[in-house]
């Protein structure tokens, strides 16, 4: 009897070592499925926030450009203006000059 009880004691812990083991697999499998999950979607959520940053900068930095690029362009054209006037007031008064020479 004792060898028998022995003997399904040997059975009963290979079969509950067999169980375990098998529960032990399934949790791994659930467990790294999980994580999975998880990293994937902390990616998605990093890549996420990163291009909404990356959109801010670059919609500051345009229009900081285009801020600098106005201001250059309007300075550019006050110095050119100025430049023509000066042109323009040397030119009449050089065909002044010479009308009153021809005229005198």
């Known amino acids: 009897m004792r060898v028998n009880y022995e003997i399904n004691s040997m059975k009963n812990k290979r079969e509950s070592d067999a169980k375990l083991s098998k529960t032990l697999e399934r949790l791994k499998s659930e467990m790294h499925t999980e994580l999975d999950r998880r990293s994937n979607a902390i990616r998605a959520e990093y890549e996420q926030r990163l291009a909404n940053e990356l959109r801010e ?43 009153k020479k021809l005229f005198n």
């Open 57 to 99: 900068r670059e919609r500051q930095m345009k229009e900081k450009f285009e801020s600098e690029y106005e201001s250059r362009v309007q300075m550019e054209i006050r110095k050119k203006s100025a430049e023509m006037e000066r042109k323009k007031a040397v030119l009449e008064k050089h065909i002044m000059e010479q009308a």
